[in-house]
């Protein structure tokens, strides 16, 4: 008899069936992240979703129908669906690159199984109506950036049967009797310590679950990184972010910062690292929930001793009392920013409230302090900037190489496929310098179709078409590669093969397919690599033996 699970977790590709386009020139869409370019990452929303159902009795599985589909080519997807058998479905449509995956897979299972339907995430969120209208196999949506104990509530209501208890539920949309009723976003807590999720559990959910399907993204025993969720909302409103204050605050009803405190958020990095020895990700800027909670997570981490790769991230460049209270967090610290342009009146037009200066002196504190890497991100497809204006972040480069050396690295990549719904700059783009060319979930679904990644941008700018957003692109990776190439950060070899890949794509030569990167080697990305087996803890092992014997 088949086992059947209370709740599927279940993530798509961002198109399906993306293998059946064979000539797709997906370009650098995926550049500087870990998926592949048909977005195989599932959110780590389902971990902490997972976990929450898990230790109420609710038995819960993951399912990376994406990541099986990278990995196994010829994988049967409609048997793989048939094969996982649940009372309730749930399906993330948080990036809206998964809108025409998600929807397909999601009318497949209603096909298959006749089960409920349930989609999240924050682009469900803005989309929820159009969803609910034009998609009849969609039975729910959960609202909001926290839906942890909202899921719950409506498992528990579906398996009661009380259709009245669903009106009571906080945050969801659905139909009843051919009308949408929508329940307000009413659940949007401001502390967060008791949703974390127990790895103890998690790993118990992607054994059941079949490891094969619940990696989180393809090539994720190859290069695992981790990541723990400090807050949710954010102070700053960066034009083209669906994570803009102005999004939270307006969309998602957030009214602060939803926090957790340095002792959970270092309970998480414990669990992790106690299964495994992979770098660990801590997401969002500090700098704004204060000094005193910067001091006391970074003594506590220090008190931990481990010997992974902690990496932080900024949104503004710290000052160096601040550095040095990163720096004694571990032996191996990363820290990255995304200055976004190399220009400070692009900069700050886009978002980011800080000048070349600060860079510089961020460079030379990381420098002088002994962290292992600063890595700087750059982006094109931003008001101001032209294909010829662009081509001034090499020499930008070389002058924070003259004062980080071998500490600092630089990636460039597009503003891609989409400026996020709910941004500043999809709601007043004219205001900010853009044109936006889709503004339904269906017209992303049809753009998600293009056969060349700039074809399937959602977005213009004053300055640029979409073929100039490409060519400034090709344009700004370049002027980078070269100048990493001439400041020894990269072989001549490495350098000679983006060269080519570049020249190829404008040819209209470009190579197909999702195994490699176009403007870098993925290697870069990452700290050393180590084997596989190697990331693994006696800990881990012995849990996976026992959750195995336990099936």
């Not at 929820?128 to 209501?157: H, N, Q």
């Not at 932080?312 to 342009?341: C, H, M, N, W």
């Not at 070899?493 to 030569?509: F, P």
Request: hydrophobic share 40%.
């Amino acid at each position: 008899m088949p086992r059947v699970e209370d709740v599927a977790l279940i993530h798509a590709p961002s198109v399906y069936d993306f293998r059946q386009l064979k000539y797709v020139h997906y370009g650098p869409i995926s550049d500087v992240i870990p998926s592949k370019p048909v977005f195989d990452m599932y959110p780590a929303g389902f971990f902490y979703l997972a976990s929450y159902l898990e230790k109420r009795g609710v038995k819960t599985g993951i399912y990376n129908v994406a990541a099986r589909m990278v990995n196994e080519p010829s994988l049967d997807v409609p048997r793989l669906l048939k094969a996982i058998k649940a009372k309730v479905y749930g399906l993330d449509l948080h990036w809206l690159v998964h809108a025409h995956g998600t929807i397909e897979l999601a009318r497949m299972l209603k096909e298959i199984h006749g089960a409920p339907i349930v989609v999240g995430g924050l682009s469900a969120t803005y989309y929820w109506r159009e969803i609910l209208e034009k998609y009849s196999f969609i039975d729910f949506v959960v609202l909001g950036d926290t839906t942890e104990p909202v899921f719950y509530e409506l498992v528990e209501a579906l398996e009661k049967g009380d259709a009245a208890r669903l009106r009571e539920v906080p945050n969801l949309a659905f139909r009843e009797n051919g009308r949408i009723r929508y329940t307000g976003i009413r659940y949007v807590p401001l502390e967060l310590d008791d949703i974390k999720p127990d790895y103890s559990v998690v790993l118990r959910v992607m054994v059941r679950s079949g490891l094969r399907n619940s990696l989180p993204w393809s090539s994720f025993l190859k290069h695992p990184v981790t990541a723990v969720i400090t807050y949710k909302g954010c102070p700053f409103n960066c034009l083209g972010c669906g994570g803009s204050n102005f999004t939270y605050r307006v969309l998602f009803h957030r009214k602060g910062l939803g926090v957790k405190s340095p002792k959970t958020l270092v309970d998480e990095f414990r669990e992790i690292t106690e299964r495994l020895k992979a770098p660990i990700f801590f997401v969002n800027d500090l700098q704004p929930l204060g000094r005193k909670y910067i001091e006391e997570l970074t003594l506590l981490l220090s008190q931990e001793k481990s010997d992974v790769e902690i990496f932080f991230e900024f949104f503004t460049p710290p000052t160096r009392d601040v550095l040095e209270l990163y720096r004694r967090a571990g032996d191996k610290v990363y820290l990255q920013i995304s200055p976004e342009s190399h220009d400070e009146r692009v900069r700050r037009n886009y978002g980011r409230p800080y000048g070349n200066d600060a860079i510089k002196k961020l460079v030379k504190n990381v420098r002088e302090l002994g962290f292992e890497r600063l890595d700087t991100y750059f982006m094109v497809g931003l008001p101001l900037q032209t294909p010829e204006n662009v081509k001034g972040l090499g020499n930008f480069y070389l002058e924070l190489h003259e004062i980080g050396k071998e500490t600092l690295d630089a990636f460039v990549a597009p503003l891609a496929p989409f400026v996020d719904p709910g941004s500043p700059a999809f709601h007043s783009p004219q205001k900010y310098g853009y044109r936006i060319l889709a503004h339904t979930l269906e017209q992303h679904r049809q753009l998600l179709l293009a056969e060349k990644w700039y074809g399937m941008l959602n977005y213009e700018t004053e300055c640029m078409t979409r073929r100039d957003i490409a060519e400034a692109t090709y344009n700004a990776v370049e002027a980078l590669t070269r100048a990493k190439f001439t400041a020894g950060i990269i072989d001549e070899e490495y350098y000679n093969s983006v060269v080519e890949s570049i020249s190829n794509a404008r040819k209209g030569t470009p190579k197909y397919g999702l195994d490699s990167k176009e403007t870098l080697k993925e290697e870069e990305l990452y700290p050393a690599k180590r084997l596989a087996i190697s990331y693994l803890t006696a800990r881990s092992i012995a849990e996976i033996l026992k959750c195995k014997i336990g099936l």
